[in-house]
């Protein structure tokens, strides 16, 4: 896989910060067309004299609500209940890709006052409806100045220190961990339990996740592919000689995702936002919130552990009823994030019907990563220049931070809280040079925050009391868990020790039956905190970008083992030896331990289970006999390397 880091002189913010792009301006420009000619078509009843309730239809086309002033009196108060339902249609808008829905709020208000003139219109309410308009059109125009101005003083800001701290991030991130070494160690593993706990229950069951609606950041889609994302690390990093129970919750969490009330979502978007009420198919248009999330997880787990049962067709089939299913596959729902981009004005696409989130597009080009890394493609080379293209003029506020939501339709940016390290490290896999630079400015913009500790360390302190975007509660474990997994994909061991110090002081951290979680968080927030305890430098990348070595998959293997009875916080193969460190899980134990991939017939040597020899079946398997009673190290080695 080759990548483009960036079309940038780095260290360096982008000159053309803060423009509008040319799809923007295009959008832009239509949608004051299509309201300038409601204004006109509104004002001509006025200009003919035309029926009290044509006229107040017209005025109901300057803004919504508008005709009721037309009546005059009282009535004209409704026009508040009206905006109130108007900006509650543009909340359904954005909550839940409802397009028709601020049509609906605003041509019906027209209609109704319509409806409700008899009399003759009062004679001021051009005037006063005008003057509604242009005090809107001014407020938003004076907010949008201020934005750029604090964005303008914002920029020179980065620029006076993004050289000393590009170059601290470019030097801490050359590091790289011994992977023959690594082990989980309890807090580790504690961790990894919560994630377990989860993924190892029944597919169709979600205790332990939240659920509260399918639509926005507490949907459960993202709660899996977070899960999942943490897994696959854990995985590589420090098990790749072992399937059991890894393999099985990870496959658990991909099979959960094709649960209908993961994805059904998408049939009310396609009615309510497409006008589609006949192919429901979410791997087609727009829903880079699935396609592109949902692949990178899927191809991640095929990295991690060589399985490629997702590849076949049909493998990924997402069943609405007896009668209506659409059969996918890893490369069908990766082409279809292809062919999306092939066909963005923007350089990214929607998310939902209308709304572009480049945070989610960090996702699908994360897709197009894996895709490459397993198949050898080259979706990445094709899509990344104008992927890069349209995030710099389409996204680009006036701070040279990247816009988090602007409308596919009429060009406006929506306020979008992500961050430079919320996309650090997605970038990493994909535009590593460009990556750094987010963490850069990250790491130098939260210095405010980081406080000392009686015991000589610091830790970052958050303000106020938060949300969790995740279960719209208060609280901060989601900004700690963002800064903890950008700081260790970069090596910056200071930012992350001090992020998990704010989470231990401030989130209420539980280690209860050697399960940890964070109280206040929601479940997606636990998992990108524990993916951050997981992770070391660069680990985020290479389970996105690197087929493990075929050594690492082809030596020895532990088959299978009782969880939770059982816990592996390390194996290893280096193709003929096997390295394993076990542990008990709810106290001592004597269990057998399957191994697989031996050479037919072979002995091997056993250090740390009951015999000190076993020979392959010809099917190459073998089963130890061990006694657990603390933490025990198993190494298994054929003879014949000894001799």
């Known amino acids: 896989m080759t990548s483009l880091a960036t079309e940038l002189p780095l260290p360096g913010l982008p000159s053309f910060r803060g423009m509008t792009g040319p799809a923007t301006a295009m959008r832009q420009r239509r949608t004051w067309l299509i309201y300038l000619g409601l204004v006109a078509f509104g004002a001509l009843p006025w200009a003919i004299g035309a029926s009290p309730a044509w006229c107040a239809f017209g005025l109901g086309l300057w803004v919504p609500g508008g005709g009721f002033i037309a009546l005059g009196g009282w009535w004209s108060l409704l026009v508040l209940p009206a905006a109130i339902l108007f900006v509650a249609s543009l909340v359904a808008w954005f909550w839940a890709g409802a397009v028709v829905a601020p049509v609906l709020v605003w041509l019906g208000a027209a209609l109704l006052a319509a409806g409700m003139a008899t009399d003759a219109p009062w004679p001021g309410s051009p005037v006063v409806v005008a003057a509604l308009v242009v005090a809107v059109g001014f407020a938003f125009a004076r907010a949008n100045g201020k934005a750029r101005a604090r964005g303008a003083a914002r920029a020179l800001v980065r620029q006076a220190f993004l050289p000393a701290s590009y170059a601290e991030v470019a030097a801490q991130a050359r590091g790289r961990p011994d992977d023959a070494r690594r082990e989980l160690d309890a807090d580790q593993l504690a961790g990894l339990r919560y ?110 552990t060589g399985d490629r049962r997702y590849m076949e067709p049909g493998s990924l089939t997402f069943r609405l009823n007896r009668r209506q299913s659409w059969a996918h596959d890893f490369t069908t729902i990766v082409g279809s994030v292809s062919d999306n981009y092939a066909r963005a004005d923007f350089g990214l696409f929607a998310c939902e019907p209308n709304w572009i989130y480049p945070i989610c597009n960090h996702y699908g080009m994360l897709a197009l990563v894996t895709h490459d890394a ?39 940016p929506v306020p979008f809280p992500v961050g430079e390290a919320g996309y650090s490290h997605f970038a990493n896999c994909f535009m590593p040079d460009r990556a750094r630079q987010f963490w850069a400015i990250a790491r130098r913009e939260i210095e405010p925050l980081i406080v000392a500790e009686d015991d000589g360390g610091s830790r970052i302190a958050m303000p106020g009391a938060g949300l969790d975007a995740g279960h719209y509660k208060p609280g901060h474990v989601g900004a700690y868990a963002s ?76 088959e299978s083992m009782d969880y939770p009875d059982v816990l592996v916080a390390r194996a290893w193969s280096d193709g003929s030896r096997l390295e394993a460190v076990l542990l008990p899980g709810r106290g001592a134990c004597r269990k057998a331990v399957p191994l697989s991939q031996l050479v037919p017939g072979a002995r091997y040597r056993v250090v740390g289970a009951q015999q000190a020899e076993v020979t392959a079946s010809p099917e190459g398997e073998a089963v130890l006999d061990l006694v657990l009673d603390g933490r025990i190290e198993i190494i298994v080695e054929p003879l014949e390397n000894l001799a």
């Open 195 to 304: 994630l377990l706990d989860r993924a190892l229950q029944p597919v169709g069951s979600f205790d332990g996740f939240t659920v509260i609606d399918q639509f926005q950041p507490a949907a459960l889609r993202y709660q899996i592919n977070h899960m999942g994302f943490a897994l696959g690390i854990a995985q590589r990093a420090y098990l790749p000689a072992f399937r059991g129970y890894m393999g099985l919750a990870q496959r658990n969490l991909i099979e959960k995702y094709l649960e209908r009330k993961v994805w059904d979502y998408w049939v009310l978007e396609s009615c309510w936002g497409h006008l589609n009420f006949t192919d429901w198919n979410p791997a087609a248009r727009d829903n880079i919130m699935l396609t592109g999330w949902f692949a990178a997880h899927v191809g991640q787990y095929m990295l991690a």
């Open 483 to 558: 800064y903890l997994v950008a700081a260790r994909e970069f090596g910056d061991r200071e930012r992350a020790d001090a992020a998990l110090r704010g989470l231990e002081r401030d989130c209420r951290p539980d280690r209860s039956d050697g399960v940890m979680r964070y109280l206040t968080g929601s479940n997606i927030s636990n998992a990108t905190a524990i993916m951050g305890l997981l992770m070391d430098t660069g680990d985020f990348r290479r389970s996105f970008t690197e087929p493990l070595p075929e050594t690492r998959l082809a030596g020895p293997m532990i």
């Open 374 to 412: 397993l198949t050898g493609s080259k979706l990445v080379d094709r899509h990344l220049p104008g992927w890069i293209r349209g995030l710099d003029t389409e996204f680009t506020d006036a701070s040279g931070s990247i816009v988090g939501l602007r409308s596919q339709f009429t060009g406006l």
